[in-house]
């Protein structure tokens, strides 16, 4: 089965970035998409960006020009790269997986039936 790890979450001040690792195994499709989404305490799910197995990204709206998402296939695992991270950008970041790449945006948070346990970012 698919399974997801994330690393690299951590407490940082605000405007200082973090890059966020995901260790994906279990699958050998060929076409996928690979997403990040967070939650902070007391607030729904939020994606907050995703990228397709050919390499096309989506970002959510608050965090377009901040944050950049990337894969290395060869070891299946996506990157979240986070710059000048604000206070509300503190929640618990999860990484996820699909099947296929149709509709491969952040924006379909309820698309992704893998997840990981997740990795806390703070920001203050």
């Known amino acids: 089965d698919v399974q997801l790890v994330e690393s690299g979450g951590g407490l940082v001040q605000p405007g200082g970035s973090l890059r966020l690792s995901c260790a994906a195994s279990?699958?050998?499709?060929?076409?996928?998409?690979m997403g990040w989404f967070r939650q902070a305490p007391g607030k729904e799910p939020e994606g907050v960006a995703a990228?397709?197995?050919?390499?096309?990204?989506d970002y959510a709206d608050s965090v377009k020009g901040r944050f950049t998402i990337s894969q290395d296939n060869a070891k299946n695992t996506p990157y979240l790269r986070m710059n000048s991270l604000k206070p509300e950008d503190t929640a618990m970041y999860y990484c996820?997986?699909?099947?296929?790449?149709?509709?491969?945006?952040?924006?379909?948070?309820?698309?992704?039936?893998?997840r990981g346990q997740g990795t806390q970012v703070t920001v203050s």
């Open positions: 279990g699958y050998t499709d060929s076409r996928y998409c």
């Open positions: 996820a997986f699909r099947r296929g790449q149709t509709y491969c945006s952040p924006r379909n948070v309820d698309g992704f039936p893998y």
């Open positions: 990228i397709a197995s050919d390499g096309v990204p």
